[in-house]
C-alpha cells in the first residue's frame, strides 16, 4: 500500500515538473463576440467568414503561458573543514588482569540444541515434477 502511495505521489510531481516546464499557448476564434474555437498548441479553425480589413465581426485572440527555464538542480555543499570536533583526551588505562584457568572442562554433553525444522516436503511427501 504505501509502495503504491508513493509511486501515486511520484507520478503527480513528475507532471507537475512537466506541466510547469512547458510553454501553453491558447488560440481562441470569436465570431461576433462569441467563441467559436479553441485550439491548444495550435492556430484555432476559423468559422468560415473571410477575414479582412473591413470584417470586424471576427477576432483571434491568442496568449501564452511561459513554462520556466530556470531549473536548477539543487546541490547541498557544506565545508567539512570548517567543522570543529572536540576530542577528548586519550586515557590509558592498564591494570594487570590475571588470566582466569578452567580446571574443570564445562558440560558439553549436558546442552540440547534446539530441534532442527523438519523439511515439509518430505514430511507430506509432496514433490514437484
Known amino acids: 500500500m504505501k509502495s503504491t502511495v508513493i509511486r501515486l505521489f511520484s507520478f503527480a510531481m513528475s507532471l507537475l515538473v512537466l506541466a510547469s516546464t512547458l510553454s501553453w499557448t491558447v488560440e481562441k476564434h470569436l465570431c461576433m463576440g462569441h467563441v467559436v474555437s479553441v485550439a491548444l498548441f495550435a492556430e484555432a479553425e476559423g468559422c468560415g467568414m473571410a477575414m479582412d480589413a473591413d470584417n470586424h465581426c471576427c477576432d483571434n485572440e491568442r496568449f501564452t503561458v511561459q513554462g520556466q527555464d530556470d531549473l536548477k538542480q539543487s546541490v547541498f555543499e557544506y565545508a567539512v573543514s ?48
Open 82 to 129: 570548517s567543522l570543529v570536533y572536540p576530542m577528548p583526551q586519550k586515557v590509558a588505562m592498564v591494570t594487570a588482569s590475571p588470566f582466569i584457568e578452567l580446571k574443570e572442562r564445562p558440560a558439553l554433553h549436558l546442552y540440547h540444541p534446539p530441534p532442527l525444522p523438519e523439511d515439509i516436503h518430505l514430511l507430506h511427501q509432496v514433490f514437484l515434477i
